[in-house]
């Protein structure tokens, strides 16, 4: 009994240290904007972290809707952020990163049978074209959809963003190289879907205070990362906070990822590691 005890206060103090580190490094997220949601692939299955059923994507939503949350559209969030229209209670964002097909094929029937707007970030140097930047794991070779499809969803009332034109880290472009990637991207997609492109979604969530500064000089009125550098108040307009949601997610981990007390720091750590794998897939690639 004494040793289990033992084991036991150890591990108190262990996790009591954990989370001391995490509030002292990051600590909460400021909850007066809308919170925002990032989900990538929405299949039956893949090798990787990025996906997730469509069956589970379904109930995701659902329960976010019956647990009181209301979806807004990339307009609303804006003027939310910038001061013209108060924010409301328990407000969503929902986005897609990297602009699969299958967001077309699986999650809009889905959205739009609940009446849930979204925001889809197209690389728009692979719009129509499989995905090669990621790594070569079986079943990961997904299509990215094609500007006729963005242009019958943008009508369909889905907004679209900015991914970047290449899909690679800005923090490890030069400054020219980085702007030039912004620009030619949302220069494209506003060609082709005939719209204005607002808001931009930085490729692995990588950003720093140059490149933020080079969105806003690119002609963004937003632009968002993943899990920002924490010891800052409040936030910033362009390197906004998305929860990411990942293949293990559950409903329950969804509203803890949306809240701002309870075990929300261990869903910021998961979130954070799991985005740090994420992040070495240009390094694996180059090799």
């Known amino acids: 009994m004494t040793t289990i005890l033992q084991a036991a206060a150890l591990l108190m103090l262990a996790v009591a240290a954990l989370y001391a580190l995490w509030r002292i490094r990051w600590g909460y997220p400021d909850r007066s904007i809308p919170g925002v949601l990032t989900y990538h692939k929405v299949v039956d299955f893949e090798f990787g972290g990025t996906w997730i059923s469509p069956a589970r994507f379904e109930r995701h939503i659902a329960s976010l809707i019956d647990s009181g949350y209301r979806f807004i559209d990339e307009r609303a969030f804006l003027e939310t952020i910038e001061g013209s229209r108060p924010a409301g209670e328990k407000e969503i964002l929902l986005t897609f990163d990297d602009g699969y097909d299958c967001i077309a094929t699986s999650a809009a029937p889905v959205l739009e049978r609940m009446g849930v707007p979204a925001l889809v970030f197209l690389v728009s140097g692979f719009v129509g074209e499989e995905n090669s930047w990621e790594l070569g794991l079986p079943g990961r070779k997904a299509r990215h959809m094609d500007w006729d499809t963005v242009r019958a969803l943008h009508t369909r009332g889905f907004s679209f963003g900015s991914h970047c ?7 490890r472009m030069t400054r020219e190289e980085a702007l030039s990637e912004m620009v030619r991207s949302r220069e494209e997609i506003e060609r082709h879907m005939g719209a204005e492109v607002l808001s931009l979604s930085y490729p692995f969530g990588r ?6 500064s080079l969105a806003e000089e690119a002609g963004y009125r937003a632009a968002f990362t993943l899990y920002p550098p924490g010891g800052v108040e409040g936030w910033d307009r362009y390197r906004l906070r998305r929860e990411g949601v990942w293949v293990i997610d559950t409903p329950a981990t969804i509203r803890i990822k949306l809240s701002s007390g309870g075990l929300f720091w261990l869903e910021d750590l998961k979130g954070r590691m799991i985005n740090a794998v994420a992040d070495l897939t240009p390094f694996l690639k180059s090799r």
């Open 165 to 171: 034109e290449s899909h690679l880290p800005l923090t």
């Open 207 to 212: 950003s720093d205070p140059q490149v933020a």
